[in-house]
């Protein structure tokens, strides 16, 4: 199906179905009803979910790497990252190689001097606070901080099509024996009094990647309980996920499991709809 199937009628529609927190299951439903079959009505909804390369990324759009053809590999700034795993809800990619070992190694001595307990953002007030939910050490990058930190966002940013300015700094994270992310979603919820003030800067969180720098002995996967699946945490590997809105549909509710032996070390990318500044 080519852009043109979908009128600007048709996408409005879409769009604020979406919005008003219809599942596309809901919407699939509602097409076939008025006669498309489900592979058009599929394709339909995916054309208007998905960013093309071309376009500024637009209200409703979210980002994601170039999987037409379903490739196997990816080759962005002469580096080559493998596909391995893609589903569409939640809207999930796992990829292979992001990094590599050295890269790897050196953000995580970068990090290690700056690590404190890692906080969460209370949306009640907007401010950040320790939670008893997350039991790991961390820290932020400024974006561009460093020749590598601006290489390996230039990476992410070719990959995932969405410019770098619309990024969250690099957040490292270590998680030790026992240490543990429970279930979260990493939007921020827009009827929560204190998301204003974290909005006014970048708007919503879009989608988020996650890069295994260190992997641990046992446990630390990364588990999407309302999809029923676990990413291993494998250094250099990552696994991206995207929400199109801030709503449990999405199916992005994810946590990461205990770390059983070992160290697990992380980055975390956070993409926002602007600028975030």
Not at 140 to 150: Q, W
Not at 181 to 198: M, T
Not at 243 to 261: D, F, I, M, Q, S
Request: with cysteine; hydrophobic share 40%; glycine share 10%.
């Amino acid at each position: 199906m080519s852009d043109a199937a979908v009128t600007a009628e048709l996408r409005h529609w879409m769009l604020a179905q979406l919005g008003a927190g219809r599942s596309p299951d809901a919407i699939l439903a509602a097409m076939r009803d008025v006669g498309w079959t489900q592979d058009q009505a599929t394709a339909a909804l995916q054309l208007v979910l998905t960013p093309a390369p071309e376009e500024e990324p637009r209200a409703g759009r979210t980002p994601g790497p170039a999987l037409d053809g379903s490739p196997s590999s990816i080759v962005v700034d002469g580096h080559r990252v493998h596909v391995l795993a893609v589903m569409q809800r939640p809207r999930l990619v796992v990829f292979g190689g992001l990094l590599n070992d050295a890269e790897c190694d050196a953000l995580v001595e970068l990090a290690r001097p700056r690590l404190a307990r890692s906080e969460t953002v209370d949306t009640a007030t907007g401010s950040t606070e320790i939670n008893g939910a997350r039991t790991s050490d961390g820290m932020f990058f400024a974006r561009g901080e460093t020749p590598l930190l601006a290489r390996v966002e230039q990476r992410i940013a070719a990959l995932l099509r969405w410019p770098v300015e619309r990024g969250e700094g690099l957040q490292v994270l270590r998680y030790r024996p026992g240490a543990e992310y429970r279930p979260h979603h990493d939007y921020f919820d827009p009827d929560r009094p204190g998301s204003a003030a974290v909005l006014a800067r970048g708007g919503q969180r879009v989608a988020t990647l996650v890069i295994y720098l260190a992997s641990p002995d046992g446990g630390g996967a990364t588990s999407f309980p309302d999809a029923g699946i676990e990413v291993a945490p494998v250094k250099g590997n990552a696994v991206f996920f995207a929400y199109e809105a801030p709503k449990p549909w999405t199916r992005t509710l994810h946590g990461a499991t205990p770390v059983l032996g070992g160290e697990k070390w992380v980055a975390t990318k956070w993409l926002r709809q602007r600028r975030f500044d």
